[in-house]
C-alpha cells in the first residue's frame, strides 16, 4: 500500500511540473513553501492545524494574495480582511476578485465571509436591531465606517453590484455549477474537490 501511494504522488507531482525534465519541481516547491506559511501563521488563535483553518485553506488553493487590506480596528465592524488576488479567465475566474475574512463576534478565529450566506449585516457590530434585508441600508452604513470594505461586503467580484444589489457572477464564484466545468472556487468545508488555480491541487478537508 505505501508503495502504491508513494507512486501516485510521484506521479501526482510529475504531472504537474511546470519544467519537466528538470532537477527542480516548481510546483511541488510552491506548494511545500505554502503548507509551511499556513501552518507557521493561520494556527494562530485556533486549535486547529493551520491548513485547516478557513485561511490557510484558501492561501493553500490560491497563494499569496495579490495585495491585502485590513479593518481590523474599526469602530462598529468587526475585524476583516480582504484579500485580492488577479484570476485568470481561461480557468473561469475573473480578471480580478477578493476574499474576506472576519471574526465574528471578536472570536480569535478568522472565518471564511460569503457575501450571500452570511451578508453584510454580519460584520457589524449591532448597537440595535438591524434589518438584514436592506442590503443598500447595510451598505451605506458599511461604507460610512469603512469605505473599502463596503463593495467587498456585498460581492467578491469588485465593481459587480448592480441595481438591486444582485451579485450573481460573485455567487457563480463560490458554486462550479453555475459556470463553466470545473470552475470557481469552492468553499472549505466541502468533500476533496477540484481547484482550477493551482492545476488540480487536491486539498483534503473534513
Known amino acids: ?66 495585495s491585502i487590506e485590513r479593518f481590523e480596528s474599526k469602530a462598529g465592524l468587526y475585524p476583516a480582511q480582504v484579500w485580492y488576488y488577479h484570476g485568470d479567465p481561461t480557468l473561469g475566474l475573473p480578471t480580478y476578485f477578493n476574499i474576506t475574512f472576519f471574526r465574528p463576534n471578536n472570536t480569535t478565529e478568522w472565518k471564511f465571509y460569503n457575501p450571500s450566506m452570511d451578508g453584510p449585516a454580519a460584520l457589524l457590530i449591532k448597537q440595535a436591531p438591524v434589518d438584514e434585508t436592506n442590503f443598500e441600508g447595510i451598505y451605506e452604513k458599511i461604507k460610512e465606517l469603512a469605505p473599502e470594505l463596503a463593495m467587498p461586503s456585498m460581492t467578491m467580484i469588485p465593481n459587480e453590484i448592480a441595481p438591486g444589489f444582485q451579485q450573481q457572477e460573485s455567487d457563480d464564484l463560490l458554486n462550479p455549477s453555475g459556470g463553466p466545468a470545473g470552475a470557481g472556487v469552492q468553499q472549505p468545508g466541502q468533500d476533496v474537490q477540484r481547484y482550477p488555480l493551482d492545476r488540480t491541487l487536491i486539498v483534503e478537508t473534513d
Open 1 to 66: 500500500f505505501l508503495a502504491l501511494n508513494a507512486h501516485w504522488a510521484y506521479g501526482f507531482w510529475q504531472q504537474r511540473d511546470p519544467t519537466p525534465g528538470t532537477d527542480a519541481n516548481e510546483f511541488k516547491k510552491e506548494i511545500e513553501d505554502r503548507f509551511e506559511y499556513v501552518e507557521k501563521f493561520f494556527s494562530r488563535g485556533t486549535s486547529l492545524p493551520g491548513w485547516k483553518t478557513d485561511m490557510g485553506k484558501y492561501y493553500m488553493i490560491l497563494g499569496k494574495p495579490n
